[in-house]
């Protein structure tokens, strides 16, 4: 190091030439303004080297800046007679110190310092002398030159070193091309993401990694600004090796010469692939989302509407006699009317506006049961392959929704496989990771039960695949689909707290995969009341709220008709009212709309049960949301009626709630 052979270099020369005293002083900034003290043959001789006010060292004052300035030792043969500062005369020959030598420390380009030495006789520096140490004090400054200049070498070194591991491994893609564009330097995020090694890109063009996604125009834009000096920024959809596309948010500039001359581009560039899909999956999942709300709101005034044609539809037949053939229109009429329930009803299951009710479910037990019915639907010349997996998880979902979810895939597999083929169903138990849920859109961590529903059938296309759960988008032929059949599953997985999704190819087939909530418990039998015989009455009273006329009318007379006694309201405080007057047990039930103008059905029905706590509630609704059950989710112990209804269900359903 620099210090110790300074030291080194001190002690030496004082001890071998016989002097009482030897100290180098260093410029800081490579000119003769000043030097401090490096090195000395003693300690504590810093009251030899006089400090000036701004603290650099003179030693002996004049003596070293005269030998700074004009380069050429300077040499005091009697300290006692020498022009000096009288301070350092007097500590001078109070130390013994008669005779001085000042040698500057200089090379061909810089001055470095200065070597003085202290004798203790006058005159005791001969001619040969002082040219041996001027010789010594110049082979001093080559020295110090040379290792100042090895450690400069050393520490560039480094810094290259350095600033070449920061390249090799940055996060982001870097690589370097000559003025034609040849690459001359890829680091390591290139050959991971491009699947190129290192010896495969030298020499060849950036074109290598051309997808032809990317429009012609980019390119021009492109080249027009790197060849005219200036910097380009965008975004190019690049192919790996392997044929797999991917996305590059990219910088790429000239490289310049000290002339000022291009001679080289580079080019930064971070994988954006994962961000381009996220970005993509959350548009999506909003433009969903709002397809939804607007399938919701019009499935409810839709429902509405049903209700009431199919409530005067079974008052005309009613009133027809069996001959009459006007009949046959009204059934006509009703038919009608329950094709377009259902198809609302498929919105109502895409939108998530569905009243559900989920259970402890085995999944197993699910597609099992329904092997019958499903090899009916797909017919004899698709193959039907059940493939559960024992033991399986039960999961959390509504089992009527699920079969629907099933069945509607088993009715596109069976559409997209003509000529026949293979239908499997398989189970399983599934750890979501968070890999996993990176590249899925709207996937959560945790503990799934996995359905998986594959066919061997014609596949999907890209295109194709990115509309595939919109309500009425189909690829099939005009009258041959209505579009709501995987907008109603995308709809139940998602109320029931699911996730799914598609994997397919052109001429690959098909495999949706449907993620359900996992819970602990065993799995529910639920079976519901079957309805037989003619539409039940009965003596009891009810109130009915509904805000809609021709719905409230229709209701009211069914009942009427069948014997009940009916108190009528068209909202929630005209309710509130009615039940008022009546006495205590006069009210049997109360049947209520749940979406109604500044009072909801849920608010009405807790608001009369506080006065009458034993009151049966029956609740109807051509849609839910948030604001009434979380998640559109039946809370236990209350009775629920979708519309559109006819009289005859309507009835069967008055009746089971008031015979609990």
């Not at 000395?40 to 800046?65: I, M, T």
């Not at 548009?283 to 839709?302: C, I, N, P, S, Y």
Request: some cysteine; hydrophobic content about 40%.
């Amino acid at each position: 190091k620099e210090d110790s052979l300074l030291k080194e270099v001190c002690g030496i020369v004082a001890k071998e030439g016989g002097y009482c005293l030897a100290w180098i002083g260093l410029t800081s900034s490579g000119t003769a303004d000043g030097v401090e003290l490096a090195a000395a043959s003693q300690e504590n001789v810093d009251y030899v080297c006089h400090r000036s006010p701004a603290g650099k060292v003179f030693g002996g004052c004049l003596l070293a800046a005269e030998a700074l300035r004009t380069g050429r030792p300077t040499h005091v043969e009697n300290m006692g007679e020498a022009t000096v500062c009288a301070c350092l005369r007097v500590v001078a020959l109070k130390l013994g110190c008669r005779c001085a030598l000042v040698l500057p420390l200089i090379t061909a380009d810089r001055v470095l310092g200065v070597l003085v030495v202290y004798s203790c006789e006058t005159h005791a520096m001969a001619e040969p002398e002082i040219e041996l140490l001027a010789e010594l004090a110049g082979d001093l400054a080559y020295g110090i030159a040379a290792l100042r200049t090895r450690t400069e070498r050393s520490q560039a070194e480094n810094e290259v070193r350095k600033l070449l591991r920061v390249i090799e491994q940055s996060p982001v893609i870097i690589l370097l091309t000559d003025r034609e564009g040849k690459i001359e330097y890829v680091n390591s995020r290139f050959t991971k993401v491009t699947g190129y090694s290192r010896q495969e890109a030298l020499g060849k063009n950036p074109r290598m990694l051309k997808s032809g996604a990317t429009s012609s125009e980019t390119y021009q834009a492109l080249w027009s600004a790197i060849s005219s000096g200036e910097e380009w920024r965008g975004e190019l959809q690049n192919k790996k090796k392997n044929g797999e596309l991917y996305w590059v948010s990219a910088s790429i500039s000239p490289l310049r010469s000290a002339e000022g001359n291009i001679t080289h581009f580079v080019g930064i560039q971070e994988d954006v692939t994962e961000k381009k899909m996220l970005q993509a999956q959350f548009q999506q999942a909003q433009k969903m989302e709002g397809v939804g709300r607007l399938a919701g709101g019009v499935a409810h005034d839709f429902n509405n509407l049903m209700t009431a044609v199919l409530s005067y539809c079974s008052f005309l037949t009613d009133a027809l006699a069996p001959g009459d053939p006007r009949r046959q229109d009204v059934e006509e009429i009703e038919r009608t009317a329950m094709r377009a329930a259902e198809l609302t009803r498929q919105l109502l299951a895409f939108s998530r506006r569905q009243i559900i009710s989920p259970r402890v479910l085995s999944v197993n037990g699910l597609i099992l049961g329904m092997d019958k019915m499903l090899r009916r639907i797909i017919g004899e010349d698709v193959e039907l392959a059940m493939l559960p997996n024992a033991p399986l998880d039960t999961a959390l979902a509504d089992p009527g929704q699920m079969e629907q979810v099933v069945v509607n895939l088993a009715v596109n597999a069976r559409d997209a496989m003509p000529g026949g083929g293979k239908l499997i169903l398989e189970t399983s138990s599934v750890t979501l990771d968070s890999e996993f849920t990176r590249s899925h859109a709207g996937a959560a961590e945790g503990e799934f039960v996995l359905l998986t529903v594959s066919d061997t059938g014609e596949g999907i296309s890209e295109e194709a695949k990115t509309r595939l759960f919109e309500p009425f988008f189909t690829t099939k032929e005009q009258g041959k689909g209505t579009g709501l059949g995987l907008a109603t599953c995308y709809g139940i997985v998602k109320q029931n707290g699911g996730n799914i999704y598609v994997e397919s190819e052109p001429g690959s087939g098909s495999t949706f995969k449907i993620f359900l909530p996992r819970v602990n418990g065993e799995p529910e039998n639920i079976e519901a009341p079957r309805q037989v015989g003619p539409p039940p009455g009965g003596t009891e009273t009810v109130l009915v709220a509904e805000d809609e006329t021709t719905v409230r009318e229709s209701v009211v007379r069914t009942l009427q008709k069948h014997g009940y006694t009916v108190l009528s309201a068209s909202d929630g405080e005209q309710a509130l009212r009615l039940a008022a007057r009546e006495s205590p047990g006069k009210i049997d039930l109360l049947l209520t709309d749940i979406v109604m103008p500044q009072m909801s059905g849920t608010e009405l029905a807790g608001r009369i049960q506080q006065r009458r706590p034993g009151l049966r509630i029956l609740l109807t609704s051509g849609y839910t949301d948030e604001k009434i059950f979380s998640g559109g989710i039946l809370p236990s112990g209350i009775s629920f009626m979708p519309k559109p209804f006819s009289p005859e269900t309507l009835l069967f359903k008055v009746r089971e709630v008031l015979d609990r």
